[in-house]
């Protein structure tokens, strides 16, 4: 009788139906509802696979208890709530899902740029109010010809780079990562130094993952390279912007505007960020479609699939730090 396999999702998710159809001849799917880490190192000896979201943190103390994983799977873009290290130094691989929400974060910044440039909420918030006041919209600029930088050039900074092009906007990337040539690809412009794209954005928008290097990567003093009255879109990781710098930089009147989509601490947010006239907000939804939640979900499965039944893996994280995998990355 073929090896039955277990599979544990952590958090997030309601049922496991969709799971369970790409798994169910290969592992038993066993749904936690926690964000409580706790919870999964007490079942932790159980797992083959961790299947994990967005909101609990997989940390060494957790890691530790994995006695058989082979793989966690970071069901989302981002990895930075998974210990990739204490991960890796075990023989864990950890993948993530970086293509599932491409379009619609791509779609999520460029409609809060058209929303801060073209006064989109205080005009509507007037009209709500009684008001038909057209003078609200003063101070919007015209986007043609206007710079946007992108921060981060990967699938979705490059999926923001062809939408802003289509408006008809200057576009200039900085991608320390990426190989020479993709701004060739893109037919956009490049600089090296993240000084060099603050100085001319008129609008700047995030694209990078969390990393030691991206934290408070646009903070008081990067902000203010920016040219006066700029716009600010944060649609990657909340701590990619110091929320104090950014609050400074707002009453300075050197940030005209800014949304936001992720802020550091979430679902916490203070006061003064959330009540600021002149900050945008959502609650984390950009990665949202109905199709798109079902990719994460489907692609997170088939590679949870992959790594049980022998196939190399398609998205590991943690390649660099990974020793004596135990299960096939190549």
Not at 64 to 76: E, F, P, V
Not at 282 to 301: I, L
């Amino acid at each position: 009788m073929p090896q039955r396999f277990h599979v544990i999702v952590t958090d997030t998710l309601a049922e496991v139906g969709p799971e369970r159809k790409i798994l169910d001849d290969v592992a038993d799917v066993t749904l936690l509802q926690t964000y409580d880490e706790a919870d999964v190192a007490k079942r932790g000896g159980e797992a083959d696979v961790l299947l994990v979201y967005h909101t609990i943190k997989i940390t060494e103390k957790t890691i530790a208890t994995l006695a058989k994983c082979r793989g966690i799977i970071r069901c989302g873009v981002g990895y930075d709530n998974v210990d990739l290290e204490a991960a890796g130094k075990r023989g864990i691989v950890v993948c993530n899902v970086p293509d599932y929400g491409t379009e619609e974060v791509a779609d999520h910044a460029l409609m809060m740029l058209l929303a801060i440039a073209r006064r989109f909420v205080p005009a509507c918030l007037s009209v709500k109010g009684g008001a038909w006041d057209h003078t609200v919209a003063y101070g919007t600029p015209r986007l043609r010809g206007r710079t946007l930088g992108v921060v981060g050039c990967g699938r979705i900074g490059s999926a923001m780079v062809l939408r802003a092009k289509a408006i008809g906007m200057r576009v200039v990337i900085f991608d320390p990562i990426k190989p020479d040539g993709l701004e060739k690809s893109l037919g956009v412009e490049r600089v090296h130094r993240l000084e060099d794209l603050l100085k001319q954005a008129e609008f700047v928008s995030v694209h990078c993952p969390l990393t030691p290097q991206t934290r408070h990567l646009l903070n008081a003093k990067t902000l203010a390279l920016l040219p006066r009255g700029a716009y600010v879109i944060n649609t990657a990781r909340g701590p990619c912007v110091d929320p104090n710098g950014l609050l400074e930089a707002l009453e300075a009147g050197h940030v005209a505007y800014a949304a936001l989509d992720v802020v550091e601490g979430e679902p916490s947010i203070s006061d003064a960020v959330r009540q600021h006239p002149r900050i945008v907000l959502t609650p984390h939804t950009a990665f949202y479609s109905v199709e798109g939640y079902q990719e994460m979900r489907s692609k997170g499965a088939e590679e949870g699939r992959r790594i049980l039944t022998g196939e190399a893996v398609r998205n590991p994280v943690n390649l660099q730090v990974l020793k004596d995998a135990r299960c096939r990355v190549s």
